[in-house]
């Protein structure tokens, strides 16, 4: 079965702080994906990155950046100098190979602090 | 490009009544998918439709349905609506099963049970 845990709820910060959001998961497949989603007030949700699991090296885009660590199953998400707009709720996701169910944790809230 | 739509946008009904919900997919993309998120959580997977057939079905009873039409959209159906029906209804499009494709999602449809 697969699983995925974001174990923080709420997270608030001050703006231009780093924060990470953490995401374990757990699955029985060898080639599966990983995903973070950003749903705004509005609730859309906004793809963010899509990391293979055969691929872990670590990914920088502008301020964010994304540590993927096969031995502890874990997918954690940097954002670095925050903004207020970056205030939303973060969804990491699951998905085996040839499958398109995505499996979601419940999120974190993030907000930033002017 | 138009990205994936939805509606209504808003919905409310009483329990017991049908719903119909509609997604359009991204031009060129054959794959949609359909996902509950009830508040505080983070979506869980419906139906999965890939030229016109059921590919994926989530842990849902049976009141939900869906298709697939030969123009790509699709309708969710939910019957004999109960009060845990009420969430944000989601419509995802990737362009073709099981790819490495990321979804792409729609803004959602909010539906309100009383």
């Known amino acids: 079965a697969q699983k995925v845990t974001q174990a923080q709820t709420e997270i608030s910060v001050v703006e231009k702080e780093d924060v990470t959001l953490d995401c374990v998961y757990e699955?029985?497949?060898?080639?599966?994906?990983l995903f973070w989603y950003k749903q705004p007030p509005s609730g859309e949700l906004v793809f963010l990155i899509r990391?293979?699991?055969?691929?872990?090296q670590n990914e920088i885009s502008g301020r964010y950046s994304w540590n993927f660590q096969k031995s502890t199953s874990s997918f954690n998400f940097t954002i670095t100098a925050s903004q207020v707009v970056d205030s939303a709720v973060y969804f990491c996701a699951l998905r085996n190979f040839g499958n398109e169910k995505l499996t979601f944790g419940t999120g974190t809230r993030l907000t930033i602090i002017p | 490009d138009a990205g994936v739509t939805q509606s209504p946008t808003h919905l409310i009904k009483t329990r017991g009544q049908h719903v119909t919900l509609r997604c359009s997919p991204i031009s060129g993309h054959k794959s949609v998918s359909w996902y509950q998120q009830v508040l505080g959580q983070g979506p869980q997977f419906i139906f999965q439709y890939y030229e016109k057939e059921e590919r994926g079905r989530g842990n849902f009873p049976d009141r939900f349905s869906a298709r697939q039409f030969p123009n790509y959209s699709s309708e969710l159906n939910v019957n004999a609506l109960l009060l845990g029906d009420s969430a944000l209804y989601l419509c995802a499009s990737s362009l073709l099963q099981g790819s490495v494709d990321e979804q792409y999602f729609g803004p959602g449809t909010r539906l309100t049970v009383t």
């Open positions: 990391r293979n699991s055969f691929d872990e």
């Open positions: 699955t029985r497949d060898t080639t599966y994906y």
